[in-house]
């Protein structure tokens, strides 16, 4: 399991982290979101020591972050890691080699993910020729190809079109369901929603929400969805105790403190007919909106 344990760093008077704090299980597929600047990237980069934090601690498998756990993390840069002129093939033996794998291996190893992410016919080509999405391939080439025990990817769908989202969310996934412990933050929220077993939500540096997509969304205000197609514009406004959105015919009101939905389907039916009334949970987009726009405590 890797651990982040009450990370904090400061630059100057800002606190950029304050306290971090959760964990990655073996075979979990972990998405870390938050506003831009929230602190993810810094997070990541103290994991793998490109950063040092003024406090707390990193761990894996329960024991200190050390140089030789270091080189069994695959990871993945926000901002691209890649020698733009060189080639393709011979950067990723050369960052298999550094991380320990003899030359054989990393030329079978380079071949397996350069096919798998569908980039075997540039293996010749200078980077800097690629296109961006797949730059972006072949910098999660570089983070797998010298098979982690963990994965740590800064915003890895960038710049992908859907075809290659879908190739890496299926790669992402076999590498958990081999045991592989991997966290990746992304600003895609329908994608993480539908792809995390847990999620964690930060603000200014801290970790505010921590669950399961259910588990969040269960704690989120619940709302209710009402398609009345008679209903005046407005019909809602008023009602005790909600928060009103309308799209034509369909509102979806939020309930607030406890709000009675019988009077708000009283309300819908004096209107005239009702033709869907049905509760439902915030998504997860909603709840990132809810919880980063919260007012952060002193």
């Not at 407005?234 to 009675?260: I, R």
């Amino acid at each position: 399991m890797l651990e982040i344990d009450a990370i904090t760093k400061r630059y100057g008077d800002f606190v950029a982290l304050r306290e971090m704090s959760f964990d990655v299980r073996p075979g979990e597929l972990f998405g870390f979101v938050g506003s831009n600047g929230a602190g993810k990237t810094t997070t990541m980069r103290i994991a793998l020591g490109v950063l040092s934090s003024d406090g707390g601690e990193v761990r894996w498998e329960s024991k200190p972050i050390t140089l030789e756990t270091r080189r069994h993390i695959g990871y993945m840069p926000e901002e691209r890691g890649l020698y733009p002129r060189m080639k393709v093939a011979e950067q990723l033996v050369y960052l298999a080699r550094l991380h320990g794998m003899s030359a054989s291996a990393a030329q079978r190893s380079v071949e397996t993910w350069t096919e798998r992410l569908g980039v075997a016919s540039r293996r010749d080509d200078e980077v800097q020729k690629l296109s961006l999405g797949n730059q972006q391939r072949v910098q999660l080439a570089a983070a797998l190809v010298h098979d982690p025990s963990i994965l740590v990817l800064d915003e890895p769908f960038s710049g992908l079109d859907p075809v290659a989202v879908d190739v890496m969310s299926q790669v992402l996934r076999e590498k958990a369901d081999e045991g592989v412990p991997v966290v990746f933050s992304s600003h895609q929220l329908e994608l993480v929603e539908r792809l995390c077993d847990r999620v964690g939500i930060v603000r200014s540096g801290q970790m505010v929400e921590t669950g399961t997509v259910d588990e969040l969304r269960a704690g989120g205000t619940a709302g209710l969805s009402v398609h009345a197609p008679r209903a005046p514009h407005g019909w809602a406004d008023g009602l005790p105790g909600v928060k009103v959105k309308e799209y034509g015919e369909t509102t979806e009101l939020e309930l607030l403190n406890g709000a009675d939905d019988q009077l708000v389907l009283k309300a819908a039916l004096a209107t005239g007919p009702v033709h869907e009334f049905a509760r439902r949970r915030p998504s997860l987009t909603e709840l990132f909106r809810n919880v980063v726009t919260e007012e952060v405590p002193a």
